[in-house]
Each structure stands twice: as structure tokens, then as C-alpha cells.
């Protein structure tokens, strides 16, 4: 089992992100060696899932917000990314064999382990019953997914293609229920919010303090390296 290479970056536009994403998927195929590439986002975007219809979120709307719109390679529902780490984990697929389900609950391993160390009682969500209608990937978990509290708090997505397994997950440190609201139930941004406010958490309620987002991916590059069997490299550190 090859190496795993680490990347920390900083705050790029959602654009640059999924573009970069990419090409490291590139990488791994061409070269076989798995990347954990950490980064946060430059400007308030709300990611689309590879199967969504972009037609339920109008770009002039978003953009009198001040949020960007892009697309995921990753599958999912739509994810407004903020205050957050997020993490994308990219592996041949030889290298982690089995299905969706199996490979999720296998890449949570070193999630929950990492949350844990940030003093967060956090478990893995069952069965979530049939899919709801919401476009909101944190209205409602899916198996194997991260909860605190009975709350998600981790939203995760994957894609393969071509031998190469890509996970994202947006850790938020914060949430700010009232703007995913206005984005999701224009009409009545209120209630939607003191409903989302039941479903979904952050790191800093979890936690019951603010952690840095280095104290974050501190955590979860440890957690990752012990999980690949302590074969791992840091090859940039330009976290902000």
C-alpha cells in the first residue's frame, strides 16, 4: 500500500477547489499513491451534487447573497460551504475494495477518530429511512455518516471512475442556519431554520468550544495517518 501524501491548503474559490480535486484524481490514477487534500473556501459557495438539477437554485439569487454556485464530481445533495474544513480523499480503488456503503463506513473510521480527539461525543447515523425531498445534503444523514448529538455534523459524498475512489466531506465549524434558510425556503427562511437547527450541528456545538481550523486538521491528519498505518507524508502546508 502506497503512501499516503498530505496536502493542507488554504481558502480558494469553489471553482479552483473541484478543479484541483480533480486533477489530483488525475494524479492518483496516473501514479497509484492516495492524496488527503485539506482546504477551505475563499467565498460563501453552495455545491451541487454530479446528479443534482441546478435549475432548483437561481444564480442571480445566490449571488444577491453573495454565494457562489459550483458543481461536485461527488455525488449528494447541495452543501453551502462556509466556516468549515473540508476534506477530499482520493485512493485507488484496489487499495480501499468494496462498495459504497462498506467504503464509507471504513473512511469514518478516521473521522470519528479525529472529532473525538476535538472532544466531540460524535456516532455514525442508521438507517435514515426514505430520502427526503430537501435539496439540503444536512437535512437528513445518510448511512454511515457523522451525527453529534443525533444532529449530523459531517456530510460526506463519493464518485469512482476510472480505478480512483474520491470522498469530499465539509466539516462546518459553524453554521449559519439563517443564510442556508434563505437559499433553501425563500418563502419561509424562519421556520426552515429552527427546523435545520434540529437536523444538523457544528463542530463548535459539538464541542462546546471553538476549535482553530488547524487545531482541526492537526487532528485529522493524525487521525488519517494512524489510520493508514502511520505511512503518510505532508508534502505542502499552506493552511491559512
Known amino acids: 500500500m502506497a503512501e499516503l501524501l498530505i496536502l493542507r491548503e488554504g481558502d480558494r474559490s469553489g ?79 484496489e487499495d480501499l475494495p468494496g462498495d459504497v456503503r462498506s467504503t464509507y463506513l471504513e473512511i469514518a473510521r478516521p473521522l470519528l477518530a479525529a ?28 448511512w454511515y455518516e457523522i451525527e453529534a448529538g443525533g444532529r449530523k455534523l459531517l456530510g460526506s459524498a463519493q464518485v469512482r471512475h476510472l480505478g480512483v475512489l474520491l470522498q469530499h466531506g465539509a466539516l462546518p465549524l459553524s453554521l449559519d442556519y439563517g443564510l442556508w434558510a434563505r437559499i433553501f425556503a425563500p418563502r419561509d427562511p424562519e421556520r426552515y431554520a429552527e427546523a435545520m437547527r434540529r437536523r444538523a450541528t457544528d463542530l463548535g456545538q459539538a464541542t462546546g468550544r471553538e476549535p482553530s481550523r488547524r487545531e482541526v486538521r492537526d487532528a485529522l491528519v493524525r487521525a488519517f495517518s494512524a489510520w493508514w498505518a502511520g505511512r503518510s507524508k505532508e508534502v505542502s502546508d499552506i493552511a491559512r
Request: proline content about 8%.
Open 15 to 93: 471553482r479552483y477547489n473541484m478543479a484541483r480535486d480533480l486533477a489530483l484524481a488525475d494524479l492518483v490514477r496516473s501514479d497509484g499513491q492516495p492524496r488527503l487534500r485539506l482546504y477551505g473556501w475563499s467565498r460563501p459557495t453552495l455545491s451541487l451534487g454530479y446528479g443534482q438539477n441546478p435549475d432548483a437554485f437561481s444564480p442571480d439569487l445566490l449571488g444577491e447573497m453573495g454565494v457562489d454556485l459550483v458543481r461536485r464530481p461527488t455525488g449528494g445533495k447541495a452543501v453551502l460551504h462556509q466556516d468549515e474544513v473540508t476534506y477530499a480523499f482520493i485512493v485507488p480503488t
Open 115 to 142: 472529532l473525538r480527539s476535538l472532544g466531540a461525543d460524535v456516532g455514525l447515523a442508521g438507517d435514515p429511512g426514505q430520502p427526503g425531498r430537501d435539496e439540503n445534503c444536512f437535512q437528513q444523514p445518510s
